[in-house]
């Protein structure tokens, strides 16, 4: 009874360790794969340089969009061009200082 149990162990561990090499050599030659994909694949420069690198494309967009709704504001109901003039000034000085603040990644 013994034999039999050592001999059916036997087999279960012989049968787990091929399976075991099979699947290291799949992970292997996974891997490797990955690297010739890596190393071949042409990477692109990181171009988000200066100010506006810090924000993310939805939060340069937000402001665009937000910048571009407050001009058109300005320009559709305010009658007196001065202050159109004034106005657009202002937003323009004004807006990076309320990004900075409104956007702010300190917590």
């Not at 049968?15 to 090499?21: C, H, I, L, T, W």
């Not at 937000?62 to 320009?75: P, Q």
Request: aromatic share 2%.
């Amino acid at each position: 009874m013994s034999k039999e149990r050592a001999r059916r162990r036997a087999e279960r561990l012989a049968v787990a360790e091929r399976e075991r090499r099979v699947r290291a050599r799949r992970v292997a030659r996974r891997q490797r794969r990955r690297a010739l994909v890596r190393r071949l694949t042409p990477r692109l420069p990181n171009r988000r340089t200066g100010r506006l690198a810090r924000r993310s494309r939805g939060e340069r967009a937000a402001i665009a969009v937000v910048s571009l709704a407050l001009l058109a504001v300005i320009w559709l109901l305010v009658p007196s061009l001065a202050l159109r003039l004034a106005l657009t000034a202002l937003l323009v000085l004004g807006l990076p200082a309320f990004v900075v603040i409104a956007l702010g990644r300190r917590t």
